[in-house]
């Protein structure tokens, strides 16, 4: 393809559409512009706000929002209000099930509906929210510098016409017009960018008839020789069926969504959900107090009692004993019970491995694999239709539940973006396209920069060039350079330059439990990938222990095509001074391989060489060490000198493998 950049007429600044996902637990507000969506933060940084009101009992008006209320909610029990969402639109009859889950009073109100009882008076569960809205609208206003009328709000798929309606009437009272209401999967589909075609993130430029940017590719030849392959394009399917998989702290549901790109634009099917809006991370923290709970008792004897402040330090440590199992293989539990009537202290401790907390909440994890084949079925797919899996709420890190879920899609779930924030982000770019800002977004049809990852002092290895089509795959292979290494750290970076420090960091990751082996024994295979909508998976698998680990990111967010092409141009500027920077890394990491495997050869048969010859052999060494060591080296000299000990040592080299092989 070819094409060349416009100049774009300006335009009047467009009205802000923001995104909210008004959620059950947590709200967060987000905005897409040009660079891509990016939550927008409250005071003190903070990016969820707690779904949670505290009202005065007695004039009925706000104390608290958010963080404030909810972490002094059991104070409070009958006037802070959480889960509103969970009475939106809905009668008390309709609400029972939730009704013991919830400290506060529901009444019956005017038409049939629930009302929140405080005090003396009725609080609709749209103007609770409509607390939380404010709250939200406040700060995309503040991080915006602008006034915010206009908002897209996301409900679950499942919600009905009076929900749809209650969460429309919240905008309202909140003096936010909701502009559309988008079901919460579509919103996660969208973040990843699976509408296919109205792609807010990417790459090559040049503007349709329409008023649409799309691609200009390049291409620069010289930079395309990486081993990419397909080399040519797979555009992205007109339609594409997708699961998404919302597991969060208390409620799951699994749609399956046909996302279709026609000449009218965007549309959208939910074929089907399936779920249950009383399953979540909540659960397994239950079954660790439960575990705890009853050690305890088996240590301490059955009439130990849990006060209220011992209960609530039970939760946490279950919380934050299930996050760390998302990450390590085993946790430390420690519980410190005071003393006991004879003055003993009483602490508990045990060690939580990761197969006994999957074995624990199988269970649980099997619910929502059932849910998952019931909403196949009613949509009439099999998993081998499904084109996606989106991974969407904080409970969707257990690693258990990712591998569960990819064993019944057959596919590597998206686990890119944040699954806290990716119903928000969507929601934004849903915004987006509203507001017109979409016209101005580029499409991703071709890489933008180059892709690669941190080497020995500070170089980047590219695997990826700038400009090559998508789908792209690109593997090489990597070692270790230490003796006995277990662990590798890949750096993945985005960028033209040659050196990290001129690079942008995308993400890293570690390659951990490598058998101890000599210095650049190991064989560690990094592949990178990326699929038609632009997502990235790195993988690194040694490949004598098969040990691997993973990371997936969308690469684009947070750039402009200004910046894309100023990096490039930067690279062109930087060209001749990176290269020799590189040049010297290469050297140096070479001359520290050469002198250690000569050290080492001169330990074994150093001994038997003649006094001359050996000294020789060592100035050499010393000669490269302190070259190695000097910031302002001549390369060439280097050269030179790493040549000159190498060939000196060709006696020495013999001389080892003759030992070696007497040896053997
Ligand atoms: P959400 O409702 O989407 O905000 O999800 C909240 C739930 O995700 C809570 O149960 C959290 O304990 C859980 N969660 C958050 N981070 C992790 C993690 N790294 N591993 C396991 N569960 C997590």
């Known amino acids: ?41 409250g005071p003190g940084g903070q990016r969820l706000l707690p779904s949670v ?5 007695a004039d009925g008006g706000v104390e608290a929002v958010g963080r404030e209320a909810h972490t002094h909610a059991v104070e409070h029990p009958g006037n802070t209000i959480f889960s509103a969402k969970r009475l939106m639109g809905r009668s008390v009859a309709d609400v029972r099930g939730d009704l013991e889950y919830l400290p506060y009073e529901v009444v ?42 206009k908002a897209v709000v996301t409900v679950p798929a499942y919600f009905d016409d009076a929900q749809r309606q209650a969460t429309r009437d919240a905008g309202r009272i909140a003096g936010l017009q909701v502009v559309r209401i988008v079901n919460e999967p579509t919103a996660a589909a969208l973040a990843y960018g699976l509408d296919s075609g109205a792609g807010y993130r990417v790459s090559g430029i040049e503007k349709k008839e329409d008023g649409r940017v799309s691609l200009s590719t390049k291409l620069n030849p010289e930079a395309c020789t990486t081993e990419t392959d397909p080399p040519s394009a797979i555009p992205n399917p007109p339609s594409q069926t997708v699961a998404v998989f919302d597991l969060g702290g208390g409620t799951f549901d699994v749609s399956v969504l046909r996302m279709m790109q026609t000449d009218q634009g965007r549309v959208d099917q939910v074929l089907s959900t399936a779920g249950d809006t009383h399953l979540g991370g909540d659960d397994a923290d239950r079954m660790i107090i439960e575990l705890i709970q009853k050690e305890v008792r088996e240590q301490f004897g059955e009439q130990i009692e ?28 420690e519980v410190d019970l005071g003393v006991d009537g004879g003055g003993s202290p009483r602490v508990y401790r045990r060690t939580l491995v990761r197969d006994d907390f999957e074995n624990m909440i199988t269970p649980l994890v099997e619910k929502t694999i059932r849910c998952c084949r019931d909403a196949l079925r009613s949509a009439k797919c099999s998993a081998d239709d499904i084109g996606r899996v989106v991974m969407v ?12 879920v990819e064993e019944v899609f057959k596919t590597d779930p998206y686990t890119a973006l944040n699954p806290d924030e990716v119903v928000a982000l969507g929601a934004a770019v849903q915004g987006s396209i509203l507001a017109g800002v979409n016209r101005d977004m580029l499409l991703l049809d071709v890489i933008p920069l180059s892709l690669g990852i941190e080497t020995m002092g500070g170089a980047v290895s590219k695997l990826v060039m700038a400009n090559s089509t998508i789908p792209a795959q690109a593997t090489e292979m990597f070692s270790t350079y230490a003796d006995g290494q277990t662990n590798i750290k890949v750096h993945v970076l985005q960028g033209e330059r040659e050196l990290v420090a001129d690079c942008r960091s995308l993400g890293e990751f570690e390659l951990k439990g490598i058998p101890p082996m000599p210095a650049g024994l190991p064989k560690v295979e990094v592949t990178f990938l990326v699929d038609a909508n632009g997502v990235l998976s790195v993988q690194a698998v040694e490949k004598r222990s098969e040990k691997r680990a993973s990371i997936q990111i969308v690469p684009n967010h947070g750039l402009t095509r200004e910046e894309v092409d100023s990096m490039e141009a930067a690279s ?8 020799a920077a590189h040049r010297l890394i290469d050297l140096r990491n070479q001359a520290r391989l050469d002198i250690r495997a000569i050290e080492k050869q001169l330990a074994k048969v150093g001994d038997g060489l003649d006094a001359r010859y050996r000294a020789g052999v060592e100035g050499h060494v010393a000669q490269v060490r302190a070259m190695a060591d000097d910031k302002a080296v001549d390369p060439d000299r280097f050269h030179e000198a790493l040549d000159a000990m190498d060939k000196s040592t060709v006696r020495l080299a013999e001389l080892a493998i003759t030992q070696t092989l007497r040896e053997e």
Not at 398 to 403: T, W
């Open 393 to 404: 709420g904080g409970s969707t890190r257990i690693p258990l539940v990712r591998r569960r």
């Open 53 to 57: 009101v505290r009202y005065n009992e």
């Open 108 to 149: 019956e109100g005017e038409h049939n509906t629930a009302r929140v009882g405080i005090g003396e008076r009725l609080f609709s569960p749209q103007e609770v929210s409509a607390v939380i809205l404010s709250e939200l609208r406040g700060w995309a206003e503040e991080a915006l510098g602008t006034q915010v009328r």
């Open 1 to 41: 393809m070819t094409g060349s950049k416009q100049t774009e007429v300006s335009e009047a600044p467009l009205e802000p559409i923001i995104g909210i996902d008004l959620g059950t637990t947590n709200s967060l507000v987000a905005y897409c512009d040009e660079r891509g969506p990016r939550i927008l933060e």
């Open 306 to 333: 849990f006060p209220a402040s011992t209960r609530q330090a039970f939760r946490n440590l279950a919380e934050a004993t299930k996050i760390r199992l998302s990450d390590e293989s085993s946790a430390q539990i």
């Open 572 to 579: 062109y500027e930087h060209a001749a001074e990176d290269m």
